[in-house]
């Protein structure tokens, strides 16, 4: 049996955690599984790199800033590999580049085009236990790139598809993936299990306990992924193909993201192809785009409003800026969260939506955006309401029980 284990930030964040993934992975090695193990930089370091780009640029380039980032996960993988090695276990730390993993050029944001696992399987063919640096891999230029914050779950995750593997297993500090944060409402509950396309809406909708990429991936290959800790033996999570009786269950999780600022446009020339300039350029400059709304315009003005994540509200202002002469006012307000409401259910149920905005309204909480798909409900709301939020709409959804 072939696994793929990948240790994130929290599992290796200091030398005796080290220890205790070695021990693990030892442990799995002992009962016979062939091993690929993708790690993590240790938990604050990634941070603190950018934070040294930082201290000499404010606009670092991106290929130097692959350059420095993916240096961290390299000793979590060298160190792993060391003391592996030194309880008398065959182990071998590569690289991405090493691992055969390619990737497009865009710097900090790559993406996997392919792999080669070659280099991998001959070293599981003489007993190796490999040992790979999440979060990286090499452009056809020849130069290192990473795969986006949170990119060492994609690395396992495209690792197990082309290793053919059995399973992968994504460990962190909870034992698979709950109603909601644990952090946030101690009363949530654990999940057996979870389909891609839940998983997929909690990830893109904030929930940073799996990479949105990456469950993705996991889809598209059919890659048997679980969500366990790795400071327990607890069952963990398995996330997979949406079945039957996922459909009884109304709502899944909600999710609170934080990092969300709104950008309003007042005075908007209502002219046909504004929105798609605007929009445009906004894509243009890799800005995100999530919710948006547009009112119907009065004396061919109109309003238009979206949300962008935090770290790109300056990136839009600059181009709403551009557009000074289509615009009479711009207002931004960083103090904003999304709240969301998950599940399958969804799909067969009406009614869900009007209940999270009579819970709002029943907390007192103004919705200032919606959207909705197929299997949820998201809302845009006064950050310092968020948490409050979320506990009054797992409560209402019985997520409890
Ligand atoms: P790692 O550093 O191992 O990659 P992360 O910090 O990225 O781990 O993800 C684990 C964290 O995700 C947990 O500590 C938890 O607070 C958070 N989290 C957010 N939403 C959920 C959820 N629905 N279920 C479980 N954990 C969640
Ligand atoms: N170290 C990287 C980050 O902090 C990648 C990862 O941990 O998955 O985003
Ligand atoms: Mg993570």
Known sequence: MLVVQKYGGTSVGDLDRIANVANRVAKAREEGKDLVVVVSAMSGETNKLIDYAHHFSDNPSKKEMDMLLSSGERVTA???????????????AMTGRQAGIVTDNTHTYARIEKIDPTAMQNAIKEGKIVIVAGFQGINKDGSVTTLGRGGSDLSAVALAGAL??????????VDGIYTTDPRIEPKAKKLDTISYD???????????????????LAKKLGVKLYAKSSF???EGTLITEESENMEEVLVSGVVLDKNQ???TLRGVA???GIAAEIFSKLADENINVDMIIQN??????????FTVPQSELENAKKVVNSFDHDIQGADYDENVCKVSVVGVGMKSHAGVAAKAFTVLADSNINIQMISTSEIKVSMIIDEKYGELAIRALHEAYELDK
Do not use: F, W
Request: overall charge negative.
């Open 78 to 92: 060298a160190l792993l590999a060391i003391a592996l090695q030194a309880k008398g276990y065959d182990a071998v």
């Open 164 to 173: 053919h593997a059995d399973q992968c297993e994504i460990y962190s500090d």
């Open 198 to 216: 839940e998983m997929l809406e909690m990830s893109s909708l904030g929930a940073k306990v799996l990479q949105n990429r990456s469950v993705e």
């Open 232 to 234: 327990s033996d607890n």
């Open 261 to 263: 600022a709104r950008v």
């Open 270 to 272: 209502d002219r046909p």
């Open 296 to 305: 119907v315009g009065t004396d061919g003005l109109t309003n238009l409003g």
